[in-house]
């Protein structure tokens, strides 16, 4: 593995994202960036059908921004495949996923890569999102949890839950091929064209977490999320409910994973998980019973539907799914005890050995 230069590989993946493009390329020119930071900005063509690629090198020119602009293609559709493609062409050591609707702080780049270099324990770290809507919102929206915006966390330092939001995180690459090199898959696919499935972003800290690293958060690293106003429909966030609920048999299994060692036989797994549904069912329970209030607002009555509606079908999920779930478990717990024993393999042959184990 070759050794990677320090520096920043901003990677915005893109599909049919030409009307978004321009203030997140903007945002990107005018980055302050210290002389002796390397960066790049790598923008994937996610087998876009609109004039993606034409727009973000027009719109470069236009900006006016250094010379370190990329364009790539990767026909494959599907978020994973794009941010794959966007890694693999990366000659810099650490990897900021800009998504084509982030707009960066102009000193976001030089936050991250000291932030990066100053904690060699950092795997992956998420910044402060603000929300920027194109029309006023519905009070359910901006208080339903459905906004990748506002802290991660109470205050600067590792997640506790091991996730940030993979709008603006930054993460090492060396780590990520260490990974990729235990002969590893993506077992989610996150978003594919129009579909809204998800957690991709949560998978790969997960797995940074499961390999020794911290996953971190720093409110320095301020950026903005443009929500549109085909993003603030009632029925888009009941299609997301539906459609993201399906990432949970990996999710909830990398979670343990992550963060214990006890759970390797099937009774303490139905006993953890037996705690999941329960507090899913205090929550069902306390939400369909606020429903009843005839004194709530319609923006509180939503609110109260939209828990109601995951708590539900995540008690109904983990009872399916129940297997699934055990399966991701154990390959999780195996991948976990890989990634140590790779980390401290003393030497080539030893990691030669341990791949060809796996």
């Known amino acids: ?45 996610n087998a876009s059908a609109d004039r993606t690629a034409q727009v973000a090198a027009e719109l470069w020119r236009e900006y006016k ?14 978020l994973n495949q794009a941010r794959e493609k966007g890694i693999e062409v990366a000659k810099y050591e650490y990897i900021l996923f800009c998504d084509d609707d982030n707009w960066l ?20 770290a998420g910044g402060l999102g603000t929300a920027h809507f194109e029309v006023p919102p519905p009070g359910w929206l901006e208080r339903g949890g459905l906004v990748v915006a506002g802290p991660q966390a109470h205050a600067a330092g590792k997640v506790e839950a091991n996730y940030v939001f993979g709008a603006g995180a930054v993460f090492r690459k060396s780590v990520y091929q260490g990974i990729r090199s235990t002969g590893y898959q993506n077992k989610l696919s996150d978003r594919i064209g129009n579909n809204l499935s998800s957690g991709g972003d949560y998978e ?26 085909s993003r603030m429909s009632w029925d888009y966030y009941m299609r997301f409910l539906d459609e993201s609920i399906q990432c949970f048999n990996v999710l909830d299994a990398y979670s343990m994973v992550a963060k214990f060692d006890n759970y390797q ?3 303490m797994l139905v006993m953890r998980l037996t705690k999941i549904i329960l507090y899913y069912k205090r929550q069902w329970i306390m939400s369909s019973l606020r429903l009843l209030s005839v004194n709530r607002s319609d923006d509180s009555k939503k609110i109260h539907q939209i828990k109601a509606r995951l708590s539900r079908k995540r008690i109904h999920y983990i009872i399916r799914h129940f297997f699934d779930i055990r399966m991701n478990y154990r390959y999780g717990y195996n991948l976990k005890y890989s990634l140590k024993k790779m980390a401290h393999a003393c030497d080539y042959r030893s990691l030669a ?3 060809l184990y796996l």
């Open 1 to 45: 593995m070759d050794k990677l230069v320090k520096g920043v590989s901003v990677i915005v993946c893109c599909y049919n994202s030409e009307k978004r493009l321009p203030e997140t390329l903007r945002h990107l020119a005018k980055q302050k960036i210290n002389p002796v930071v390397s960066w790049e900005v790598i923008i994937v063509d």
């Open 65 to 78: 921004g250094p010379d370190v602009l990329k364009i790539v293609y990767q026909v494959n559709p599907g």
């Open 105 to 124: 702080d102009q000193e976001y780049i030089i936050i991250a890569f000291k932030l990066m270099e100053n904690n060699p324990s950092i795997g992956v």
């Open 204 to 229: 790969l800290c997960y797995l940074f977490a499961m390999a020794g690293y911290d996953v971190w958060y720093e409110p320095g690293l301020k950026f903005g999320h443009f929500y549109p106003i």
């Open 265 to 267: 036989n099937t009774f």
């Open 353 to 355: 050995l341990l791949i």
